[in-house]
């Protein structure tokens, strides 16, 4: 048996003949840049994740550095950052010209707490980069707390939790803004780049809009309010995404069946969210000891895994700096992240498992 990482292909084939449609519609029109589709999305968006508005823009990086920039982040400032993410959280900081700080993540979900963001916290601290890591929510309540009491924006990095629940409320419903990449693997994928930016905040939505849009404010094409930068949400992939947001949180409901097929089986060793969160599980992670032969093992039994992350930010050569995360840097080592999409079938779920386990015994 073969069982690959995830099947894109799969999921694509009921939207397909809608997508076909519009290229050619596109292809007649021209009305490649905003419009319509654009303008649909983005309420969809925003509808579904709960907010006021949602701005497209070109990539869920970008969404970052435009949210932090309208917020007035920059130079001088420092955004702290768990350890574990992907490197484009903290690059995304970068960009703005503020500093990153690298903080530690709980033993149990690999989430900030407000003991490691207080460990990271200076006179310039200015915001919190919430990352929603595999889907699972961070839950928002002492979070949220610690950052008014220290006066500090709180911006979600959604980038892998599209859909996630907490409470009922959608992850991006939480900070001042959130940040959601529509990368064709991430849980909503476009067939090509995209992002967004979410919020409740008509001025701030409207500043990201300007600073994605060569700082374009009203209707005016050749004046400028200030310097942006072009990053924008294209009607192609706009149009993708409202074909797919209709079966996101079925997507996410069999994902969730067949991370409980692989509890059965796995028990103690899944990364899980927090009591409460229900998870998008964008990706199922399990720690295990000598990672990286038990998934030489897997590969030989054609098991595509990943890890996620393999190198804990603040130890990456493009940053390599200290920083007191003693967790997220005992983790790496162990992180394993197992096949999971919608269409799985129980018997790949038990193949991986078998191996899994198999692999272990040694
Ligand atoms: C994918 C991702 C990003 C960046 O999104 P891009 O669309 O690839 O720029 C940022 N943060 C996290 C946690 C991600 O997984």
């Known amino acids: 048996m073969k069982v690959p990482f995830m099947d894109l292909g799969a999921m694509h084939a009921p939207i397909e003949a809608q997508v076909l449609d519009l290229v050619r519609e596109l292809a007649g029109t021209s009305a490649f840049i905003g419009g319509r589709h654009v303008a649909e999305f983005e309420s969809a968006w925003a509808a579904y994740c709960g907010v006021e508005h949602a701005v497209g ?3 869920g990086t970008d969404a970052i550095v435009l949210t932090l920039r309208a917020l007035g982040v920059g130079p001088g400032d420092e955004v702290l950052v768990p350890a574990n993410t992907f490197i484009a959280s903290a690059a995304a900081v970068s960009a703005t010209g503020a500093t ?10 690999l989430q900030v707490t407000p003991d490691t963001l207080d460990a990271g916290r200076t006179e ?53 803004a959130a940040c959601f ?8 994928g476009a067939w090509g780049d995209g992002g967004a930016v979410v919020t409740d905040d008509p001025a701030l939505a409207a500043r990201v809009r300007t600073l994605a849009n060569h700082g374009r404010a009203g209707g005016d094409h050749y004046r400028h309010a200030e ?27 069999q994902k969730d069946d067949i991370v409980d097929l692989y509890r059965n089986k796995l028990g103690g060793m899944i990364v899980e969210p927090p009591d409460g969160v229900t998870s998008a599980w964008h990706l199922l992670v399990v720690r295990v000891a000598d990672r990286d032969a038990v998934r030489a093992e897997l590969d030989r039994k054609e098991i595509q895994t990943g890890v996620h992350y393999p190198i804990p930010c603040h130890q990456q050569p493009a940053y390599n700096v ?20 919608p269409t799985m079938t129980e018997a790949q779920v038990e193949y991986v498992s078998a191996a899994l386990t198999g692999a272990l015994r040694g």
């Open 322 to 341: 200290a920083a007191l995360a003693p967790i997220a840097e005992a983790a790496a080592p162990e992180l394993l992240s197992l096949p999971l999409f």
């Open 100 to 109: 990153p700080v690298f903080v530690d993540v709980d033993p149990v979900h």
């Open 181 to 188: 990449s529509f990368y064709p693997g991430k849980n909503l």
């Open 227 to 253: 310097i942006g930068i072009n990053s924008r949400l294209d009607a192609l992939q706009a149009g993708v995404l409202s074909a797919k947001l209709p079966l996101l949180d079925g997507w996410n409901a």
């Open 124 to 176: 310039r601290t200015k915001a919190i980069l919430l990352v929603h890591l595999y889907g699972h929510i961070v839950v928002p309540g002492p979070i949220l707390a610690f950052a008014r009491a220290h006066d500090l924006l709180v911006v979600e990095d959604a980038a892998q939790a599209h859909g996630a629940l907490w409470e009922g409320r959608r992850a991006g419903s939480f900070g001042v």
């Open 57 to 59: 823009v070109a990539n």
